[in-house]
């Protein structure tokens, strides 16, 4: 999915989507996505809800596993992330037609804050963080899904040899041969110690942008 753009529909089309498949009457803002189309919506009982449209090339695997995931969450620790919302069938993904053609379709429960690239960081927020991510793998234990083997995927460890078919894009010489030896000398050994290690479906991409910030 990272091979096409997010979808570019208007807003008379995202009220349409929205309002056939969740019920969904007001379009207050657009958000910035990196992959999907994301607009916020109220509900006829002014609730605020997230409806994201992906992009073409995305699987319904794929969104299927992360709204398993989002489940998980609210089962094991609610409040951690938002909760996916059924559509007016029942469904958590709906396949609507756009003008762009058939596009995967879900909807999010709201959750305000600010980016944590907008906020100025103190050791309370950085602890407070912490514990939160704690948390999240704590109530990730034990889980699994098809959705997680994706061998194709890059950020994949168990595939991180694939990543050397852009090494030459690695311009600085010592950084690329330092990249070639540990792949020649050490991916070997991990993966046979890896085998018959324990696994799980972890959460790793807690960066700046992908956190909210609130109570501060």
Same mark, same amino acid.
């Given at each position: 999915s990272f091979?096409?753009?997010?979808? !570019? /529909?208007?807003?008379?089309? /995202?009220? @349409?989507? %929205?309002r056939a498949h969740f019920d969904l009457s007001d379009l207050v803002q657009a958000f910035p996505g @990196?992959?999907?189309q994301n607009v916020l &919506?109220?509900?006829?009982?002014?609730? $605020? $809800? /997230?409806?994201?449209?992906?992009?073409? %090339? *995305?699987? $319904? !695997?794929?969104? *299927? &596993?992360?709204?398993a995931i989002l489940c998980r969450l609210q089962e094991r620790d609610p409040g951690l992330a938002p909760r996916p919302v059924r559509s007016g069938s029942g469904e958590l993904v709906v396949t609507a037609d756009t003008p762009e053609g058939p596009r995967l379709v879900r909807a999010l429960t709201f959750v305000a804050g600010e980016p944590l690239a907008r906020v100025t960081k103190d050791m309370r927020l950085w602890r407070g963080l912490g514990r939160k991510l704690g948390r999240l793998s704590a109530a990730l234990q034990d889980f699994s899904h098809p959705g997680g083997a994706r061998p194709d995927f890059l950020w994949n460890l168990d595939r991180a040899e694939v990543a050397l078919g852009w090494i030459d @894009?690695? !311009?600085? %010489?010592?950084?690329?041969? /330092?990249?070639?030896d540990f792949s020649r000398d050490r991916l070997g050994p991990l993966r046979a110690r890896s085998a018959g290690l324990r696994k799980a479906v972890l959460y790793q991409d807690a960066n700046d942008h992908n956190v909210l910030v609130h109570d501060l």
């Open positions: 091979a096409y753009g997010k979808p !570019e /529909l208007s807003d008379r089309a /995202l009220a @349409e989507i %929205g @990196e992959r999907d &919506f109220r509900d006829r009982d002014q609730r $605020l $809800l /997230l409806m994201k449209i992906a992009n073409r %090339g *995305e699987r $319904l !695997e794929t969104l *299927e &596993f992360q709204n @894009e690695v !311009e600085d %010489g010592p950084t690329r041969k /330092l990249i070639a």
